[in-house]
Nanobody, 124 residues
Framework: QVQLVESGGGLVQAGGSLRLSCAAS????????MGWFRQAPGKEREFVAA????????YYADSVKGRFTISRDNVKNTVYLQMNSLKPEDTAVYYC?????????????????WGQGTQVTVSS
């Protein structure tokens, strides 16, 4: 079992920045990959970014490439999503997820555990 708890969401103006955190517990953190996803009202959950267990490989959705950075601290058992140059279309509930196979992959179906989500709202 893996437990995931997100934090760091909030309200920010367009062009601003936020850093999301996801604290993990229950298994050896460095053994599994992590991903960030988001879901806006009335839309399907979409992939944002993923990182390997070691932190050596990352993968981004085209919509956030160059603006968002995923990272992890395997001592603190935490994965981060630094979001810069935020746009109103980034408004969504953001979820972190764990992939026990450590694949650095975008499909939600490949992730085994999910956090409860944190709201990010970007005002224009």
């Amino acid at each position: 079992q893996v437990q995931l708890v997100e934090s760091g969401g909030g309200l920010v103006q367009a062009g601003g920045s936020l850093r999301l955190s996801c604290a993990a517990s229950g298994r050896t953190f460095s053994s599994y990959g992590m991903g960030w996803f988001r879901q806006a009202p009335g839309k399907e959950r979409e992939f944002v970014a993923a990182i390997s267990g070691s932190g050596g490989s990352t993968y981004y959705a085209d919509s956030v490439k160059g603006r968002f950075t995923i990272s992890r601290d395997n001592v603190k058992n935490t994965v981060y999503l630094q979001m810069n140059s935020l746009k109103p279309e980034d408004t969504a509930v953001y979820y972190c997820a764990a992939d026990l196979m450590d694949r650095v992959i975008g499909g939600p179906v490949f992730y085994d555990y999910w956090g409860q989500g944190t709201q990010v709202t970007v005002s224009s």
